[in-house]
């Protein structure tokens, strides 16, 4: 068990509607990742928070946003979906010393039909 | 960040030694080597990481060449558990509060009876 808390695990809706994922990280580590893995991209890095600030952006789809709260739990909202947003989704959280030091949820698996 | 080159796939028998090797011919002074792996579809797990010198934890053991241009991680009693994607990242040490993972495709490692 890394730490990471990832709801829901599954989630299955139609394209074009709106889902929300949500991460607890672990106890103290103020920075959130989010990450897409889909079969055909592999890991892919979507943005960082820090301490409720945005602090690094990768391929994010405008049609998708994240926010970390003061209690430092993010969520990642994807709308307007595609057959091509089924993926999995992981949150990861780390420590501010060792930012590469990663620990990872268990994913939400999202599934577009 | 470098790049990093792995092999698609290896196998190892169960008990013995499983060495994975990594290039990174690019790596600059200030990136440390980190190794991941993801056990099926679970989120990834946090092996183990290094700048220069060998390190030993109580998963495995990373041997970096003196040229650091490629390391080796060592799984020293492969269990049929160890069966994973491998993942071997470079990243900045002084990345401050801000820091992504680049996943490559990772070595496929399989452990049999």
């Known amino acids: 068990d890394s730490g990471v808390t990832q709801t829901p695990k599954h989630l299955i809706t139609a394209t074009g509607q709106r889902v929300t994922l949500r991460c607890s990280p672990r106890s103290g580590d103020l920075s959130v990742y989010w990450y897409q893995q889909s079969l055909d991209q592999g890991l892919q890095f979507l943005i960082q928070y820090y301490n409720g600030e945005e602090r690094a952006k990768g391929n994010i789809l405008e049609r998708f946003s994240a926010q970390q709260f003061p209690d430092l739990h993010s969520e990642l909202n994807l709308s307007s979906l595609e057959l091509g947003d089924s993926a999995l989704y992981f949150c990861?959280?780390?420590?501010?010393?060792?930012?590469?030091?990663?620990?990872f949820g268990a994913g939400t698996r999202l599934s577009v039909l | 960040d470098a790049k990093t080159t792995q092999p698609t796939s290896m196998d190892c028998a169960e008990g013995r030694a499983a060495n994975l090797p990594c290039n990174h011919s690019t790596i600059s002074g200030n990136e440390y080597v980190y190794w991941y792996r993801q056990i099926h579809s679970q989120g990834p797990q946090y092996i183990i990481h290094?700048?220069?010198n060998n390190e030993t934890n109580e998963m495995a053991s990373l041997i970096i060449t003196e040229d650091r241009k490629s390391s080796t991680l060592i799984l020293p009693h492969a269990t049929l558990r160890d069966t994973a994607v491998y993942y071997c990242?470079?990243?900045?040490?002084?990345?401050?509060?801000?820091?992504?993972?680049?996943f490559g495709t990772g070595t496929r490692l399989q452990v049999t009876l």
């Open positions: 990861a959280s780390s420590v501010e010393s060792l930012p590469s030091v990663q620990y």
């Open positions: 290094g700048l220069k």
């Open positions: 990242i470079v990243s900045p040490r002084d990345t401050g509060t801000a820091s992504k993972l680049t």
